[in-house]
């Protein structure tokens, strides 16, 4: 197990993609690789919502703005209480 560990540790200090991405994130290929880098869109979309929410909105009022301003889910969809909740965990 601690091979396995090891292994997945050293792809992702390489910025190596293993499995999914983070949100943010996207997968790009490369030299026979898939490789991690940052996802400007979704980025600046994550950053902001944090800073709603650090305005002191709650997660309903930032899926209502976030429904005015067109911002949606990497699937195209409005976000729900719980993804705005990941959004602003991070």
């Not at 200090?13 to 943010?24: D, E, P, Y």
């Not at 979704?42 to 709650?58: F, P, Y």
């Not at 703005?65 to 409005?78: A, F, L, V």
């Amino acid at each position: 197990m601690s091979r396995v560990k090891t292994t997945v540790e050293s792809r992702r200090t390489r910025g190596l993609c293993i499995g999914n991405t983070s949100l943010g994130e996207t997968k790009v290929w490369r030299d026979g690789l898939y490789y991690i880098e940052r996802d400007e869109k979704e980025a600046s979309k994550l950053d902001q919502v944090r800073e709603w929410r650090a305005q002191g909105m709650t997660y309903q009022e930032i899926v209502c703005r976030c429904q005015e301003k067109g911002i949606m889910t990497r699937r195209g969809d409005p976000p729900k209480l719980s993804t705005v909740g990941t959004w602003v965990r991070g």
